[in-house]
């Protein structure tokens, strides 16, 4: 799979790493794996006592690179905001599969926008850009969502699978049959490239370890 970035969008402040890990294992769980899950929850439970998400500096990047292209923050959450929010107010996290509960334990543990497409349901090069025009994709809950230009998206072939790190298209999401998945990690320039780095690598690892498969670091 090709994944090109815009310098456009890098010229925002916008980090991005890219990876696809092939023959999954997305549902089968063993005690090894749900000891783990058990472990992870109680350890950053503790580490977020008494934080103040209101004063996080990698959060508050994302909201600065809105501003950059005129978004409003309030109606534009990063998904790893409303995750650390639904957390800290002890709400129970989307957790269908060992992949999403992955995917939340990585987002809390780093506070940085992660995203998992079925790579099989994307058609042709991925490319990170901004919105030249007005457009619009299907989100997960099967609604209509616009696109302003100069919005930062990522496209395929058939359209927009990803608005900011706000919401992917319904067409990628993962489900039950799903083997092959293209992750996507975005940092801002309050996150260095190092952590960057070790947020992929951290992910990489519980990915493999728990769900097997093979990896291929296509952007960085």
């Known amino acids: 799979m090709k994944f090109n970035v815009e310098r456009e969008v890098l010229d925002l402040g916008l980090k991005v790493i890219a990876i696809t890990i092939n023959n999954i294992d997305v549902y089968t769980e063993n005690s090894k794996f749900l000891n783990f899950k058990d472990t992870a929850y109680a350890a950053l439970k503790k580490k977020y006592k008494n934080f103040d998400i209101e004063t996080d500096l990698i959060l508050r990047g994302f909201n600065k690179m809105h501003k950059k292209v005129g978004i409003k923050r309030k109606k534009n959450t990063p998904v790893s ?3 650390l929010k639904k957390f800290l107010k002890g709400e129970k996290l989307p957790s269908e599969n060992k992949l999403m509960n992955l995917y939340n ?6 506070r940085l926008p992660v995203f998992i497409h079925d790579s099989d349901k994307i058609k042709g090069e991925v490319t990170l850009k901004l919105a030249t025009d007005n457009e619009s994709y299907i989100n997960k809950n099967n609604e209509e969502k616009n696109v302003k230009k100069n ?3 990522y496209k395929d072939k058939q359209g927009i699978i990803q608005r900011l790190e706000t919401e992917q298209s319904r067409t990628t999401i ?4 799903t083997k092959n998945i293209l992750i996507i990690i975005e940092g801002n320039e309050e ?3 190092e952590y960057l780095i070790e947020v992929a690598s951290e992910i990489i690892d519980l990915i493999t ?12």
Request: charged residues 25%; contains cysteine; aromatic residues 10%.
């Open 105 to 110: 334990i990585v987002i809390l543990d780093s």
């Open 174 to 177: 993962v489900n039950k049959d």
């Open 209 to 220: 370890t728990y769900c097997s498969g093979k990896v291929k670091i296509i952007y960085k």
């Open 81 to 83: 905001e409303l995750i």
């Open 191 to 193: 996150t260095s490239a």
């Open 151 to 153: 919005e930062y998206i």
